[in-house]
């Protein structure tokens, strides 16, 4: 699913970036910083997005090289799944979450991202799947991401819209609406509606 300039351009930043992170030689850290830049010049070559943008994110990252954590609530009622309308994608729609935040556990973040996004407190209960992103047919993305998607049951609150988000409602699995395919994918949320049918089925991953 990934394609060949984009892998390409996140190991080379890997490489630069443990570089920059371990080595003390001027020389060798000239040598990563110009790793770092033909990284960038790869991905905005093939992207909509300015090569100093690209070098400036890159260069936000520090420390040594890993996959960012995205996670996201699958919470069912009435066989209907609830997806929340981003405001920041033309209004397209998504399961509840975001970045897993320092000092969150995963079912922490992801109950917190799903209040903050919809107003409706839940309970994660499973971990559904662990997806690499590179390996599913998101748009190309800068960053290697972990998707955790977990199972959560609705305990509280009511609807409410936020800073990033604007409507939730629950739909059936033939009338899923126009997906933020960043976020999520058609054969993912297909995928959660078969969990329901098969409770006992051990979590994904890959």
């Given at each position: ?42 991905y ?51 399961l ?9 556990s ?91 049918d ?9």
């Open positions: 699913m990934l394609p060949t300039w984009l892998n390409w351009a996140q190991r080379i930043m890997a490489i630069a970036q443990n570089g920059l992170t371990y080595t003390q030689n001027p020389f060798d850290i000239e040598r990563y910083q110009k790793l770092r830049s033909i990284a960038a010049e790869i905005s070559s093939y992207s909509s997005i300015p090569q100093p943008s690209v070098l400036d994110l890159f260069q936000g990252e520090t420390g040594y090289a890993t996959p960012k954590i995205d996670v996201r609530a699958v919470v069912f009622r009435d066989n209907k799944i609830l997806l929340v309308r981003e405001k920041l994608d033309q209004g397209r729609w998504t509840p979450g975001g970045w897993a935040d320092i000092n969150d995963p079912s922490e973040a992801v109950e917190r991202e799903a209040l903050e996004e919809t107003g409706y407190v839940v309970k994660a209960v499973k971990l559904l799947a662990l997806y690499d992103r590179n390996k599913h047919p998101h748009p190309p993305f800068i960053h290697h991401i972990y998707k955790l998607f977990f199972l959560c049951d609705i305990i509280g609150g009511s609807p409410q819209s936020s800073i990033e988000t604007g409507e939730a409602g629950f739909f059936l699995a033939d009338e899923i609406p126009e997906l933020s395919t960043g976020r999520v994918t058609y054969p993912q949320i297909s995928r959660f509606f078969e969990f329901i098969h409770p006992d089925w051990p979590t994904d991953f890959d």
